[in-house]
């Protein structure tokens, strides 16, 4: 394949991901289908692609896979599909965190403790994953309590790994990812369904997910322009 094919191969595959994210925007409120679980699987599907087509790290383009499988998974309602979408969110976080553990630190663990502002940002981790998991395990059923915990603090421990890098790529992607995870948290366990706000939570959970996963992929996958 030409250098010129494989260009054009990359900005089409990055521009579709990019469409049906898009797409999906205006279809967060839709009613479940399949054609909407198309639309919204398709866009992180598509970066995973993406990363094996540019030889990006196995871990990426797995925890790409897995996140794109766990978007499949919510784009449906009730307890066994949010159930099987935290699991394949959960195992795409550890991929992510061995991926991180994999690239130059700019301090290490030790360095989030010496100030600054990635000190600032693991204290507000610090607190807000216990002050989220208080809060939430009253209003979580029996049978999520614990896969809840353990994806919350799974998640916050990906979040922490990615402070420790060099790259404010992969930081602002985590940490959109992150913001994502909460405000997914609060619409579904701790707003009321009748409230008018939740309409713009769910559009931003969608922005800061997209968004983030993006950010990550394009710091570790470099598309031929």
């Given at each position: ?182 405000i997914l948290a609060a619409d579904k366990f701790l707003v009321l369904e009748t ?31």
């Amino acid at each position: 394949m030409s250098s010129d094919t494989d260009a054009s191969l990359d900005k089409t595959v990055l521009a579709v991901s990019f469409a049906s994210a898009v797409l999906y925007l205006f279809q967060v409120r839709s009613s479940p289908s399949y054609s909407r679980t198309l639309v919204k699987t398709s866009s992180t599907a598509l970066l995973s692609y993406l990363s094996h087509l540019l030889g990006g790290p196995q871990f990426l383009t797995g925890a790409l896979a897995l996140s794109a499988l766990g978007d499949a998974f919510l784009a449906w309602d009730g307890d066994l599909a949010f159930l099987c979408g935290l699991s394949s969110f959960m195992v795409a976080h550890v991929l992510y965190i061995l991926l991180f553990l994999q690239q130059q630190h700019a301090a290490g663990f030790q360095g989030l403790l010496e100030g600054g502002w990635r000190t600032a940002m693991a204290g507000g981790l610090a607190v807000l994953v216990p002050v989220m998991i208080a809060t939430l395990m009253p209003k979580v059923g029996n049978a999520l309590r614990v896969p809840v915990l353990v994806y919350s603090l799974t998640i916050c421990v990906m979040a922490l790994t990615a402070l420790t890098l060099e790259n404010g790529r992969v930081i602002v992607g985590a940490t959109m990812f992150t913001a994502s995870d909460s405000i997914l948290a609060a619409d579904k366990f701790l707003v009321l369904e009748t409230e008018g706000y939740r309409d713009w939570m769910q559009r931003a959970v969608w922005v800061l997910y997209y968004g983030g996963q993006a950010l990550i992929t394009l710091r570790f996958v470099e598309p031929a322009w």
